[in-house]
């Protein structure tokens, strides 16, 4: 296992088109999260799935936004009708349900919306 | 709602010297972890130390240890020894009952040969 991975690792599009980023986790992980980092900022929450179920999801997630993990294996992060502000790096990670154990990251997917 | 505050955007040191990074928290559970990760330029995001709320004694690990204040919500990590290596944000992390981390806003370390 290599690790969280994510695809793709950027992606420019035009604004009002809609995009979808993957994540896979480490295998045995079945915590998934996903966050945003813009620049100069901390990554910020956006939700995070145990195994298949969403348990929670941020209020920076509006309507336009919905993630899934089916089977609880990959997940996947869309953006409907994307927005210049939507410009950022979404960052996806992965850990075991313990409140101590590290979270994996993976590398992110630069989105520009020009 | 948990906040982590880094004061320091920026700091600067030289090589093999030792620098301390600066992050206090503000938060009203008594269980929970503070974690200091690395982000080199381009780089994912690699886990540095860990520490338990409940634990006094500090986490140490090689070069990297962190002085964690739990009356005054601080948590600091010093890296000793500096390397050219070291350079990179680095993110300090809170994760309480809600099982997501919560991060601050960065600094980002220079190390100077």
């Known amino acids: 296992d290599t690790g969280v991975s994510q695809d793709p690792r950027h992606k420019i599009t035009k604004r009002g088109q809609n995009v979808t980023f993957r994540c896979d986790p480490i295998?045995?992980?079945?915590?998934l999260y996903w966050y945003r980092q813009t620049l100069g900022q901390g990554p910020e929450f956006l939700t995070y799935?145990?195994?298949?179920?969403?348990?929670?999801k941020s209020r920076l997630l509006s309507d336009r936004f919905s993630a899934e993990r089916p089977k609880g294996s990959f997940s996947t992060l869309e953006i409907q009708r994307t927005e210049q502000g939507d410009s950022a790096m979404y960052l996806c990670?992965?850990?075991?349900?313990?409140?101590?154990?590290?979270?994996?990251f993976g590398q992110g997917t630069r989105l520009t919306v020009v | 709602a948990q906040t982590v505050t880094q004061s320091q955007p920026e700091m600067s040191v030289q090589e093999a010297e030792t620098v301390t990074l600066s992050c206090t928290y503000d938060?009203?559970?008594?269980?929970?972890?503070l974690f200091w990760y690395k982000q080199p330029p381009s780089r994912q995001m690699i886990l540095v130390i860990r520490?338990?709320?409940?634990?006094?004694q500090n986490a140490t690990e090689n070069r990297f240890s962190v002085n964690f204040q739990k009356a005054a919500k601080s948590f600091s990590l010093k890296i000793s020894d500096s390397q050219l290596g070291d350079a990179a944000m680095y993110f300090c992390?809170?994760?309480?009952?809600?099982?997501?981390?919560?991060f601050g806003k960065g600094t980002k370390l220079t190390v100077n040969p």
């Open positions: 992390a809170y994760r309480g009952g809600s099982e997501k981390l919560v």
């Open positions: 799935f145990q195994n298949e179920a969403q348990l929670e």
């Open positions: 295998s045995e992980h079945n915590r």
């Open positions: 990670a992965s850990s075991l349900r313990t409140m101590n154990t590290e979270a994996f």
């Open positions: 938060t009203s559970e008594s269980d929970y972890y």
């Open positions: 520490q338990e709320a409940y634990k006094q």
